[in-house]
T-cell receptor, first 112, second 112 residues
Framework: RKEVEQDPGPFNVPEGATVAFNCTYSNSASQSFFWYRQDCRKEPKLLMSVYSSGNEDGRFTAQLNRASQYISLLIRDSKLSDSATYLCVVRQFSGGYNKLIFGAGTRLAVHP | GAGVSQSPSNKVTEKGKDVELRCDPISGHTALYWYRQSLGQGLEFLIYFQGNSAPDKSGLPSDRFSAERTGGSVSTLTIQRTQQEDSAVYLC??????????FGQGTRLTVV
């Protein structure tokens, strides 16, 4: 079983739609959580951290459920520029190392 | 600059040659990561440095791969006797403490 699992998609949505991505992680000792976006042939870029209380940044809302080991990202009012791959990332402290574990990503395509 | 800097941005090498890839992390960041990404694939963890501790080398695919981080700053990833399957984008990231990591633009390595 992968340490961080995501639905690969693609999610094809029209402009203005609301879309949600989910992610599950296997290690209950995971400490912190992030969403990244990666555009085609570009490096991943940090989108937002994820907190247990939930957090919002403009059209983006992230949620963490530690009991279920589940992370979500909600995008409201989708724009064409939101088209990208969204990576779920978990930080784990194990064996003296503080590792960042990346999911394989969920691809989003927003169309006119 | 303020971000993570990698060089070269592109490298074409002949099979069997050695290559060195360089990463300049964000000043003051104690953690440095190397990942690689093949076309259309997710990020593959290679190695992680944290301060002056011994690095986590668990992701290095073979003994042809090695990395150093001098003075807690600049890192060099060396691939000896390159093979065609080493062709990928090599990404470096740095972080401070438990926060998210910031990536450089990567080195695109092509082994011919």
């Amino acid at each position: 079983r992968k340490e961080v699992e995501q639905d690969p998609g693609p999610f094809n949505v029209p402009e203005g739609a609301t879309v949600a991505f989910n992610c599950t992680y296997s290690n209950s000792a995971s400490q912190s959580f992030f969403w990244y976006r990666q555009d085609c042939r570009k490096e991943p870029k940090l989108l937002m951290s994820v907190y247990s209380s939930g957090n919002e940044d403009g059209r983006f809302t992230a949620q963490l459920n530690r009991a279920s080991q589940y992370i979500s990202l909600l995008i409201r009012d989708s724009k064409l520029s939101d088209s990208a791959t969204y990576l779920c990332v978990v930080r784990q402290f194990s064996g003296g190392y503080n590792k960042l574990i990346f999911g394989a990503g969920t691809r989003l395509a927003v169309h006119p | 600059g303020a971000g993570v800097s990698q060089s070269p941005s592109n490298k074409v090498t002949e099979k069997g040659k050695d290559v060195e890839l360089r990463c300049d992390p964000i000043s003051g960041h104690t953690a440095l990561y190397w990942y690689r990404q093949s076309l259309g694939q997710g990020l593959e963890f290679l190695i992680y440095f944290q301060g002056n501790s011994a690095p986590d080398k668990s992701g290095l695919p073979s003994d042809r791969f090695s990395a150093e981080r001098t003075g807690g700053s600049v890192s060099t990833l060396t691939i000896q006797r390159t093979q065609q399957e080493d062709s990928a984008v090599y990404l470096c990231a740095s972080s401070l403490g438990g926060g998210g990591a910031f990536f450089g633009q990567g080195t695109r390595l092509t082994v011919v």
